[in-house]
């Protein structure tokens, strides 16, 4: 059992990635990076990346097997996860950046997230300019 799930909102569409199959599945056709910018303290980054990852992720998932742990094992798996996509991306000779001054729970309503879910993290990825 994971705590995040990742998502991808692109100019035209939000896609959520799915780890079985190494598939993304479209969820909405819509540009919702300038509504996630105006979340992210109008930070530039975010409302020009070609590709916006989103991680959003629900803590109460861990609970069961972790108790009081959940929240932050569910943080520590958000930081390894958002460490592998900046390594990625460095690696296809992209470049990226985590993100988290964003208010989450509202950026989880834009996106329509299932109920639980709350943003964590933005990471931008582009090309090198
Ligand atoms: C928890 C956390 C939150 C961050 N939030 C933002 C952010 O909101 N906007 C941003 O441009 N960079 C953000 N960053 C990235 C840092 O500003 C910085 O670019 C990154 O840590 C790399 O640092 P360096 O360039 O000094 O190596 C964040 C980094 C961390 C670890």
Do not use: C, W
Request: charged share 10%; aromatic share 6%.
């Amino acid at each position: 059992m994971y705590a995040l799930d990742l998502y991808v909102v692109t100019a035209t569409e939000i896609m959520h990635y799915l780890p079985q199959g190494h598939r993304a599945e479209t969820r909405a056709s819509a540009d919702l990076r300038p509504k996630l910018k105006s979340l992210a303290l109008g930070q530039a980054s975010v409302g020009a990346a070609p590709a916006l990852l989103v991680v959003a992720y629900d803590p109460s998932r861990l609970a069961a097997r972790y108790g009081a742990r959940a929240n932050p094992y569910a943080s520590y798996e958000v930081g390894h996860a958002a460490q592998n996509m900046l390594l990625q991306a460095t690696a296809l000779g992209l470049v990226a950046v985590p993100v988290a001054a964003v208010d989450g729970a509202p950026a989880a309503q834009a996106l329509g997230l299932p109920a639980g879910q709350t943003v964590i993290y933005l990471i931008p990825v582009g090309f090198p300019a």
